[in-house]
């Protein structure tokens, strides 16, 4: 029953940042944990971040902690990916999701809505 819709993807140089941005519409979207996810070229979907309810934590993959916050404004319904010192390895796929199983799922299959993705390319 959630709708989910990203942007603010594109092409960056390595060192440079980047803000994703997810609009959810159709739930209580303070209720739900919301997460980042990316795929690349033949790989699987892997997580990146992760929101819990509310806002009170979040959680990382360690190649991305440091780099990356996300962050969420439940009065926009709205959830944002700040992307800085970019990579070449970050090119991907971002998918953006919402749950309602958990604080800080990591697992796709613990999802229950996805967005459609946008495209992040880095440059070296």
């Known amino acids: 029953q959630v709708q989910l819709v990203e942007s603010g993807g594109g092409l960056v140089q390595a060192g440079g940042s980047l803000r994703l941005s997810c609009a959810a519409s159709g739930g209580a979207f303070s209720t739900y944990t919301m997460g980042w996810f990316r795929q690349a070229p033949g790989k699987e979907r892997e997580f990146v971040a992760v929101?819990?309810?509310?806002?009170?934590?979040?959680d990382y993959r360690d190649s991305v902690k440091g780099r990356f916050t996300i962050s969420r404004d439940n009065a926009k319904n709205t959830v944002y990916l700040q992307m800085k010192s970019l990579k070449p390895e970050d090119t991907a796929v971002y998918y953006c999701?919402?749950?309602?199983?958990?604080?800080?799922?990591?697992?796709?299959?613990?999802?229950?809505?996805w967005g459609q993705g946008t495209q992040v390319t880095v440059s070296s």
């Open positions: 929101i819990s309810q509310y806002g009170s934590s979040t």
């Open positions: 999701a919402a749950g309602n199983r958990g604080s800080q799922i990591r697992r796709r299959d613990e999802y229950d809505y």
